[in-house]
């Protein structure tokens, strides 16, 4: 079980392959991240609006502490679930904001080819308008 920003998450554990400080730090970013969104978020979708005539969707990729985009190997190596993501404090306020407005959140997965093998990368989509 790991500690955050005043929540407990239970978190998958692959322990010997990372430490708690690390597992602390991505959560940390994660949630700057969604902190992020929560403040684009009004401007993004105003654009996007005017852009696709009233209807469409915003993607936001997630990035790993060291800046490279977000894999599942890499939440896996480092002990986190998707659960864990949607407890962090920032997250469930860009979840109620949404809620709020009749968007619509979700986490979504994306390949990166660019790798061999390709690994699953994870953005999140908020859409509705």
């Known amino acids: 079980m790991g500690y955050f920003g005043g929540l407990n998450l239970i978190m998958s554990t692959n322990s010997a392959s990372v430490s708690d400080q690390t597992t602390h730090i991505l959560l940390r970013n994660l949630d700057e991240q969604f902190k992020e969104v929560l403040r684009r978020l009004p401007d993004d979708v105003e654009s996007a609006s005017h852009d696709s005539g009233g209807s469409?969707?915003?993607?936001?990729?997630?990035?790993?502490?060291?800046?490279?985009?977000?894999?599942?190997?890499?939440?896996a190596m480092n002990g986190i679930d998707m659960k864990s993501l949607?407890?962090?404090?920032?997250?469930?306020k860009l979840h109620q904001y949404c809620q709020k407005h009749y968007f619509r959140l979700v986490f979504e997965h994306y390949l990166d080819f660019s790798k061999t093998?390709?690994?699953?990368?994870?953005k999140i989509t908020i859409d509705g308008w």
């Open 56 to 75: 469409g969707f915003i993607n936001y990729y997630l990035r790993g502490a060291d800046g490279k985009p977000l894999s599942e190997k890499s939440m």
């Open 117 to 122: 093998p390709s690994e699953r990368m994870i």
């Open 86 to 92: 949607t407890q962090l404090p920032f997250y469930e």
